[in-house]
């Protein structure tokens, strides 16, 4: 009777994932919040020396990919230019997990007005323009090598991570008669893996201020989740800072709803009640 519930949920696991492969790369798109804005000054960086916090290989999910070989003193060569290869090598985290995506055959690309990680091909996506909200409507502004390693942070945390369909796990046998917790269970995960990667941003963004002096962050100074991971990177450890910034995070809508979309957990909700149904197939399955 176990081996039939067993094997029915990992049949309805499958069908999920062939339910949704256009959301789950849809959910690939950036972590930006829809507040960033491209204008504000500079923020300042205080005197003090706060202490490499190395990230959890399980925060959001369970297949970060961390990379195992020394790279101590090895130049990063990007492709992007040499200009954002020195701001990135001046990040110890940074310049780390971009090496360990290099030797697991990532590569790397500039174009277009978005950033994206494209899991299934293992290819990095950086934006040459940004669009901003100006009184007078959209206005797209070139960006420089400070902004793209800024984009670059986070999409490098960010494809570390698993894919959507390998962080919603089907619900287990205690967890059948419990949708509910299940699903906030799920959703939980999917929005810690949206967090992380303003945390790891905000991490090398400290790390490059204090060694070259150039503020990765400066045109996002007015956008509360960026301004939020600072502060919460200098004085929380990183799963603790994880949680604490994923209740901001959470509240966001994603870039391509607008300012006045569903929030990413109300987004996410949505997505992991339908898998909830997918993995229940017929009725009667779970």
């Known amino acids: 009777m176990t081996d039939g519930i067993i094997r029915a949920m990992r049949e309805a696991l499958q069908r999920a994932k062939n339910l949704i492969p256009e959301v789950a790369k849809l959910r690939s798109r950036p972590p930006r919040s829809a507040s960033e804005k491209a204008h504000g000054a500079a923020n300042t960086v205080g005197d003090a020396d706060h202490g490499l916090r190395e990230p959890l290989d399980d925060i959001a999910s369970p297949g970060v990919d961390h990379g195992t070989a020394s790279t101590r003193g090895v130049r990063v060569v990007s492709g ?73 942070a986070q999409q490098v945390e960010y494809a570390r991570s698993s894919s959507l369909t390998d962080i919603v796990a089907p619900p287990g046998l205690e967890e059948i008669g419990d949708k509910d917790g299940w699903t906030e269970r799920q959703v939980q995960k999917l929005v810690e893996r949206d967090t992380a990667p303003y945390l790891a941003a905000a991490r090398a963004r400290r790390e490059i201020f204090e060694k070259s002096g150039v503020d990765i962050d400066e045109r996002y100074a007015l956008d509360p989740v960026t301004s939020e991971a600072q502060r919460i990177e200098r004085a929380m450890d990183w799963p ?11 509240d966001q809508p994603f870039p391509e709803s607008g300012p006045f979309g569903p929030s990413r957990r109300e987004d996410h909700t949505i997505l992991v009640e339908q898998m909830w149904e997918g993995f229940r197939g017929q009725p009667g399955d779970l």
């Open 80 to 152: 992007l230019g040499d200009d954002i290869d020195d701001l990135v090598g001046s990040s110890r985290s940074l310049s780390r997990d971009f090496r360990g995506l290099q030797q697991r055959g990532w590569t790397f690309e500039r174009g277009g007005l978005d950033a994206y990680t494209d899991h299934m091909n293992k290819k990095i996506t950086v934006p040459d323009a940004e669009v901003i909200d100006i009184e007078e409507g959209y206005r797209e502004i070139p960006i420089g090598p400070a902004e793209t390693t800024r984009h670059l």
């Open 240 to 250: 603790d800072g994880i949680r604490e910034l994923s209740r901001t995070v959470g």
